[in-house]
C-alpha cells in the first residue's frame, strides 16, 4: 500500500490544481519499493516526467523511560545502514508492510522486534513525509511510554546486530551538535517527545 499525497488528513493545498499526473510507467519493482515515471502536466500545457519512489509508509516510535531521578531516557538502537555505509543512532522504526495493520500496532510489533518491549500508552506526536522531493513514503511517529518487557524478537540481519542504548532526553542537543545523532526521523522525534514531556509534566 503505497502513500499517497494527502494522506494523514491533509487537505488540497493552493497550486494543486496547477498539475496532473497523466501516465504512470513502473520502472523497478524491488519489493516494498517500487520506482516509477510519471508524466506530468502542467495548467499551461507543458509536459514533462518526473522520477518517484513509492514507498509503503512508515512508523517511528520514540520510547521512553523515567529515572529514579525523575529525568528521561530514551531507548534508542544503534544499526548499520548499508546506504551510508556505517551504522547509526536511531529511534525504532519500520515500514508498514502489512496490509491494513494501525500504525499504532505497527509501532508496537517494530518496538517489540527491536527492543524487546511494548507500549502501554502511545501518543502520536506528528506524521510527515521524508523526502517528498522524490519519494512518497509517509510516516507516523509516536511516543512510547508505560514500557512492558516482551523477548525480542528481531528480523532482519541488521537487528539482530543492532545495540541498544538509553540516551537522556536532556543530551539531544548536544549529540545533534557533535554530529553523534544524524537520522532525520530521530531528530524529529527525540525533539517533539521532549517537548511533550515537558507540556504534559505539571508545573
Known amino acids: 500500500m503505497s502513500a499517497t499525497p494527502g494522506q494523514g488528513g ?4 493552493e497550486g494543486e490544481g496547477d498539475f496532473r499526473v497523466v501516465g504512470s510507467e513502473t520502472l523497478l519493482d524491488a519489493g516494498f519499493l517500487s520506482v516509477a515515471r510519471l508524466h506530468v502536466a502542467a495548467r499551461d500545457g507543458e509536459e514533462f516526467d518526473r522520477h518517484v519512489v513509492h514507498h509503503p509508509g512508515a512508523v517511528v ?3 521512553v523511560v523515567t529515572r529514579p531521578d525523575g529525568g528521561s531516557d530514551a531507548v534508542l538502537v544503534r544499526q548499520w545502514r548499508v546506504a551510508t555505509g556505517r551504522t547509526l543512532l536511531e529511534v525504532p522504526a519500520g515500514k508498514r508492510d502489512v496490509e491494513g495493520e494501525a500504525p499504532e500496532v505497527t509501532a508496537n510489533r517494530e518496538l517489540e522486534e527491536e527492543i524487546g518491549y ?3 500508552r502511545l501518543d502520536k ?18 511516543l512510547a511510554t508505560e514500557l512492558e518487557a516482551r523477548t525480542r524478537a ?7 546486530a543492532m545495540t541498544i ?3 537522556a532526553l536532556d543530551r539531544v ?5 557533535a554530529g553523534d ?3 532525520a526521523k530521530s531528530i524529529i522525534g527525540l525533539l517533539l517527545a521532549r517537548r511533550f514531556l515537558a507540556h504534559a509534566r505539571p508545573t
Do not use: K, Q, W
Not at 506526536?125 to 509516536?142: I, M, Q
Not at 528481531?154 to 539482530?160: G, L, P
Not at 542537543?173 to 551538535?177: E, N, R, S, V
Open 10 to 13: 491533509a487537505g488540497s493545498r
Open 61 to 63: 516510535v520514540v520510547p
Open 118 to 120: 511494548v507500549a502501554g
Open 125 to 142: 506526536l506528528c506524521e510527515f513525509y521524508n523526502s517528498p522531493g522524490f519519494s512518497d513514503e509517509y510516516t507516523h511517529l509516536f
Open 154 to 160: 528481531a528480523v532482519s540481519h541488521e537487528e539482530a
Open 165 to 167: 542504548e538509553r540516551v
Open 173 to 177: 542537543d548536544d549529540l545533534i551538535a
Open 181 to 183: 545523532l544524524v537520522d
